[in-house]
């Protein structure tokens, strides 16, 4: 029996991201000096006391038992004071939250609670797998909406609504948006809330990037809108805001509804994050959040640079208003190419590795992701490397050298 034969398997594309991740591997292998702006992956420490936290609770000889499946007490007060302080939303620690493995398991876990075959989703095309992927595992059918809010995005609502049977009953929404760093405000969710109510649909917030925003725009959470918890759950992460993405470690808030649904699914499971990684997280949440305004301030520097370089490099990246990411259009010139081919291409010629679009839905294509995760020398240094590859395309760069004295 082949994999193929599977069920869910059958129901999984090829993963087209790690086509290019492989290829990334194999020249860095070959001992090939790759700058990596292609996976969300963040490169900075987490601050030295929560990794103290971390060390102090994991010598407790008590601290290694399972854990609690939804999160100890103190971790979900810490998130709840956290949307209060950061949000002005209150809410109940008990009923209201729970602690995930990352805002990821967090989508696939609650996909897996409420979906299976004949119900619809909406998601975003362009998208971050998971919003699509973590329901066609669970069963349900996929129907998408652009990714862009603008007034096209709510007559795709409209006529998803009207023409769609059954009817939809979920609605996945990301702002800022990964891939497109779109953003939105909060007249956008107040209208959003009053059509999920209207509709009878669920909406779920992806707010993984609420601190990662910039020139002094703070990303608004849809719990904001009173009401909103009678159709929507929200999930965040500590993976950006405290360069902790590989302790697995988020939330989701809001409706009591859903937050049960998913606590019964998730207690089958898991037993929950490490106890120690739990401690250190409440330690982050409750500690000082200077890091957090340094990281900002890091990023938006890293931003500028890469919009300012690649330009004179021949390359215009419109400049993200939020995210660590860039969704860069390909050059005109070779728009041809395709963002896969682009990207094998741009790693092999330039050694510089970005993301496809088309890994991020059909309506990727295009586009390419590019993340902010090396410092500014070596963005620079990616920025003359792409010069050279436009020039060997024959694309007629600016006279300026890129990059030049950095």
């Not at 509804?257 to 250190?280: C, E, H, N, W």
Request: proline content about 8%; some cysteine; hydrophobic content about 40%.
């Amino acid at each position: 029996m082949s994999d193929d034969e599977f069920y869910r398997i059958k129901r999984l594309p090829p993963y087209v991201i790690a086509e290019v991740n492989a290829m990334r591997a194999a020249a860095r292998a070959a001992g090939e000096d790759i700058i990596d702006l292609g996976m969300g992956n963040p490169d900075l420490p987490p601050p030295q006391h929560v990794i103290d936290k971390l060390c102090e609770v994991a010598q407790k000889p008590d601290a290694h038992g399972y854990s609690q499946s939804k999160g100890i007490p103190g971790l979900r007060r810490a998130q709840a004071n956290y949307y209060a302080r950061r949000f002005n939303v209150e809410l109940d620690p008990e009923s209201e939250i729970v602690v995930t493995m990352g805002s990821k398991e967090g989508l696939a876990s609650l996909a897996t609670a409420i979906t299976g075959p004949g119900d619809v989703v909406l998601a975003p095309n362009p998208s971050y797998p998971i919003h699509t992927f973590g329901f066609i595992i669970a069963g349900a059918a996929i129907r998408s909406v652009p990714t862009t809010p603008d007034e096209n995005y709510w007559r795709a609502l409209d006529r998803a609504m009207a023409f769609t049977v059954p009817r939809p009953s979920i609605l996945v929404v990301n702002f800022p948006s990964n891939p497109t760093a779109d953003t939105v405000d909060l007249a956008f969710y107040e209208r959003l809330v009053a059509w999920a109510k209207e509709n009878k649909v669920w909406v779920l917030s992806d707010l993984a990037y609420s601190e990662l925003y910039y020139d002094g725009n703070p990303t608004p959470s849809i719990l904001q809108v009173p009401g909103a918890k009678d159709v929507a759950i929200e999930f965040t992460s500590m993976s950006k805001t405290y360069s902790m993405a590989g302790w697995r470690m988020g939330f989701a808030v809001g409706n009591k509804r859903l937050i049960a649904a998913m606590t019964r699914v998730k207690s089958y499971l898991d037993y929950g994050a490490f106890t120690p990684i739990q401690a250190a997280a409440c330690a982050a949440l409750n500690g000082p959040q200077d890091i957090v305004e340094k990281n900002r301030e890091l990023y938006q520097k890293r931003r500028d640079v890469m919009v300012e370089s690649f330009a004179r490099a021949g390359w215009d990246v419109p400049s993200p208003k939020a995210s660590m990411f860039a969704w860069a259009p390909l050059p005109p010139a070779l728009k041809e190419m395709g963002s896969l081919e682009f990207s094998k291409q741009l790693l092999t010629h330039a050694k510089v590795a970005v993301a496809p679009g088309v890994g991020y839905g059909e309506d990727g294509e295009g586009y390419v992701r590019i993340a902010m995760v090396e410092n500014e020398q070596r963005i620079r240094q990616a920025a003359r490397n792409v010069r050279k590859f436009l020039q060997m395309h024959g694309v007629n760069t600016p006279t300026v050298a890129a990059g030049g004295g950095g």
